[in-house]
């Protein structure tokens, strides 16, 4: 064990269990892949994904790109030295800057997350101001944090020395605070979120012979070829406290394990382009262009939309956009993203998508609920791959968390807010808000279409009811009761929420749509705005629950972006079995 570190090994003992039905993952993100604003809605969806699987986050994060240099500049050119025990507290504000950005990007994507300071945080170090080790975690504050959120973002880098005063871990120490982090929670295993997919023999840019990745490396390995891609220090803290170290890029599955075992490197085989279509491109479609058309792991082949002259708020080329469906799989796609608006094309166009041999991520509820088992025979018999996710629950992980209530045994039902724009709306109208003027507030803030009756008449929430009922029971009830919220519709003195529910009663199904203003349920009740809400009972006695934004742009396309990353995982998964 490195004496400069047997303090931290000795002394430190893990903080207090957590909650047991959430694993809880540590993941850092450098300025490597951090490197200016625009990147914060990738690292929100690297986050997203780990939430979507049932996993609490700490995100850690370093400062933007070039930041710290110039505050390390800014302050020395008035006066202060490298020693200048007030330094460290001007520095880190790059750090805490760039955690409250993550922040503001997770939530727009509908996360439950919060970010803490350096001071919050608690690490203790001592040493040189410039250069500190860590000793202790004082954990109350991250405690509290993880078992209130699904993401606690904070800043790396920074701690704080026994005299108060706030000290530096180091270049590359957001590395050495993630690890930190790691140990005293009593994890295996920390991510690193590099701008490379791992560590490699020479530097993967070379222009001399082939660089060769480790699937594993061993910490002495990792101290010889890591370089400045992961800090010494780090190393040495986990080799100390038994915590791998897994170096991956943002949106790559494969990586380096660092830690006891290593094994020889091997050649990487660089993945083509995933050539997508996108149908559809309103709120969701045009979300989804933003993101995919800068990402190098996609190549956008065509979007499909009724008018293609029409001007759009997202910038693409204007050879991509056609009316014309067989023209559009005629560029053969692997995947087919689905975010039309009306139910029947939706679903036909799944159809002839997945008929083409092509997978298929839908976000239309309403193509989706016409037939989800059809859907899935079909893809079945295609070879194919076809996710809805998104069409429920917006950026709340809805049929994830239905999914995984069914693994662990018989469901009893479930109930649900599942309307963005009709909780907005139910909201304003509580505050005082006319009809028109609370719809035109839902228009005003992306949640409203400009034909809304498929929100206000339950329509969309019945969709969504059917489908979450497929996941539960396996089949869909025909029939489905839909209380509609209309300019004459009364509501009482207490909040009223619009419920979506189904529960199984002597075999056979029982749901609803309904506008409940006697709720006493804490978790409905405290959603506000376009949040929504999902509650599942188990049979045993069991409840599953998960909450987020279930209407906007960014939300959507987020569960979109999810789905879609499942289907590249199975992808290679298939690829490498062949």
């Avoid at 931290?8 to 850092?28: F, R, W």
């Avoid at 709120?283 to 979007?303: I, K, N, Q, T």
Wanted: charged content about 25%; aromatic content about 4%.
């Amino acid at each position: 064990m490195p004496a400069s570190l047997a303090l931290v090994a000795d002394q430190s003992k893990p903080v207090e269990a957590l909650a047991s039905a959430a694993e809880v993952v540590v993941l850092k993100f450098g300025s490597s892949v951090l490197r200016d604003a625009s990147q914060a809605p990738a690292v929100a969806s690297e986050i997203y994904g780990h939430v979507r699987a049932g996993r609490k986050v700490v995100a850690v994060v370093s400062a933007l790109a070039g930041q710290t240099d110039q505050l390390l500049a800014d302050a020395r050119s008035l006066g202060l030295d490298h020693e200048n025990e007030l330094l460290p507290a001007y520095v880190v504000l790059g750090e805490e800057k760039a955690a409250a950005l993550v922040a503001v990007a997770c939530d727009r994507v509908g996360l439950d997350a919060v970010g803490l300071s350096v001071r919050e945080l608690g690490i203790v170090a001592e040493g040189p101001a410039q250069h500190a080790r860590p000793v202790s975690l004082k954990g109350e504050r991250l405690h509290q944090a993880l078992a209130e959120h699904e993401v606690v973002v904070v800043p790396g880098f920074g701690a704080v020395r026994a005299n108060g005063r706030t000290a530096l871990l180091g270049r590359g120490g957001s590395d050495l605070t993630a690890v930190v982090l790691a140990a005293e929670l009593g994890l295996k295993r920390v991510r690193l979120v590099k701008d490379v997919d791992g560590l490699y023999d020479r530097d993967p840019a070379s222009e001399t012979g082939t660089p060769l990745r480790y699937r594993r490396a061993s910490w002495d390995t990792a101290r010889q070829v890591g370089g400045a891609l992961v800090q010494h220090d780090a190393i040495d803290l986990a080799e100390a406290r038994g915590v791998d170290i897994e170096v991956a890029a943002l949106g790559r599955a494969e990586g380096t394990i660092v830690g006891e075992r290593g094994a020889p490197p091997g050649p990487v085989q660089a993945a083509a382009p995933l050539k997508v279509a996108v149908a559809g491109c309103g709120v969701v479609g045009g979300g989804l262009l933003s993101r995919l058309l800068p990402d190098d792991r996609f190549e956008v082949v065509g979007v499909l939309v009724r008018n293609p002259l029409k001007k759009r708020d997202v910038s693409a080329p204007a050879e991509l956009f056609t009316n014309d469906v067989e023209a559009l799989l005629a560029k053969k796609p692997d995947l087919v993203l689905e975010a039309l608006s009306e139910g029947e094309a939706g679903h036909a166009l799944i159809r002839r998508a997945l008929e083409a041999g092509c997978d298929v991520v839908s976000a239309n509820k309403q193509a989706v609920a016409r037939d989800p088992k059809g859907l899935q025979a079909l893809a079945d018999a295609n070879g194919c791959r076809v996710a809805w996710s998104a069409s429920v629950g917006g950026g709340s992980p809805m049929i994830e968390t239905l999914r995984a209530a069914r693994a662990a045994g018989p469901v009893a039902g479930f109930e649900a807010v599942l309307n963005g724009t009709v909780n907005f709306m139910l909201q304003r109208l509580g505050e005082g808000a006319t009809f028109s003027d609370a719809l035109a507030d839902a228009r005003a803030a992306g949640f409203a279409e400009e034909d809304p009756s498929s929100d206000l008449e339950g329509f969309d929430a019945a969709a969504k009811v059917k489908l979450l009922s497929f996941e539960a029971f396996g089949r869909s009830p025909d029939d489905l009761p839909r209380d509609v919220l209309a300019a004459e519709t009364v509501l009482g003195d207490r909040p009223v929420r619009q419920i979506g529910a189904c529960f199984e009663r002597d075999g056979e199904l029982d749901p609803y749509v309904r506008l409940d203003g006697e709720l006493e349920d804490a978790l409905f009740l405290s959603l506000n705005g376009e949040r929504n809400a999902l509650k599942v009972y188990g049979q045993d006695g069991r409840v599953w629950t998960c909450k987020g934004r279930g209407a906007g742009r960014w939300a959507t396309t987020e569960s979109v972006l999810a789905d879609v990353a499942d289907v590249m995982r199975a992808r290679r998964a298939a690829a490498e079995l062949v």
